[in-house]
């Protein structure tokens, strides 16, 4: 049962997400990142806080872990995606050109988010290295909603919610740079998709890797914490750190809020069923 629901989990966070991103898109026709992406990045950036510090690490904590080791955990962790989004920007620099990868720096993206705003530099030949990146994530994103399932199916759907909720604006930007690189829109979006399915993948491997590996579950749910926040924090909210008139910036936090919420929602509803 719980296999099933990693699989159905991982195929709505993943392919779901695409969908959603290409019907935002649609929505708001081919303007360049406007106030939609940025609700969505405010959004994203509370559900992903609200996963980890509400739902992720009290469940890890609850375990028989040492705290010590956790956090030891939860610091490599979020180390360890720093030093991966530097060599993204580094391997994104040499392919595209160093003055696009500095100009990327100074706006606050890390490689994750350079999908989103700066790959039409080189786009002619960033198509196969955005769906490749993207492929690998989608996997890390797979195996991280089963560790959660693994632990209980309310931090399940949690965690696959969030994962929907932060890679909304990071497909979108994908489905810009195949766009850009592809005549067909719809090869773009079949292609963008394919990607998001690999997290079922993930999923499915990663059911079979935690419960072989039952005493390590607190370990990967301190990993997948450090991944939502350093996401959140790394990545999305410096995006959001621009000068806005008191309207937009009130409506900022009101959907940063939304996110939090959302995921305190979505976690009373399951706990309740």
């Not at 969030?162 to 850009?180: C, K, N, T, W, Y």
């Not at 773009?188 to 890797?209: N, R």
Request: aromatic letters at 6%.
């Amino acid at each position: 049962m719980t296999l099933v629901a990693i699989i159905l989990a991982t195929l709505a966070a993943g392919i779901g997400s695409v969908w959603v991103a290409a019907l935002l898109m649609g929505l708001g026709g081919n303007r360049s990142p406007g106030m939609m992406p940025q609700r969505l990045l405010s959004l994203a950036a509370g559900a992903l806080l609200a996963t980890a510090f509400m739902h992720l690490l009290p469940e890890a904590f609850e375990s028989e872990a040492g705290a010590h080791d956790l956090f030891v955990t939860l610091l490599v962790g979020l180390v360890f995606f720093f030093l991966l989004s530097k060599a993204e920007l580094w391997h994104h620099g040499h392919e595209h050109g160093a003055p696009p990868a500095h100009e990327h720096d100074h706006h606050g993206h890390d490689g994750d988010h350079d999908h989103s705003h700066g790959h039409h530099h080189g786009h002619r030949h960033g198509g196969w290295a955005v769906l490749t990146g993207d492929s690998v994530h989608c996997f890390g994103d797979g195996v991280l909603i089963a560790s959660a399932f693994m632990a209980d199916m309310r931090l399940g759907l949690i965690a696959a919610v969030s994962v929907l909720a932060h890679e909304v604006p990071h497909h979108m930007g994908d489905i810009v740079v195949l766009r850009q690189s592809s005549s067909n829109r719809r090869v773009a979006l079949i292609k963008v998709s394919m990607a998001g399915a690999v997290t079922t993948l993930g999923g499915i491997g990663g059911y079979f890797l935690v419960g072989q590996l039952q005493e390590l579950l607190p370990y990967f749910l301190a990993v997948a914490s450090s991944s939502f926040i350093y996401v959140a924090l790394a990545d999305l909210i410096p995006q959001l750190q621009k000068r806005l008139s008191a309207r937009e910036t009130v409506a900022q936090v009101g959907w940063l809020m939304l996110g939090i919420v959302l995921v305190t929602v979505v976690s009373r509803a399951a706990h309740a069923h």
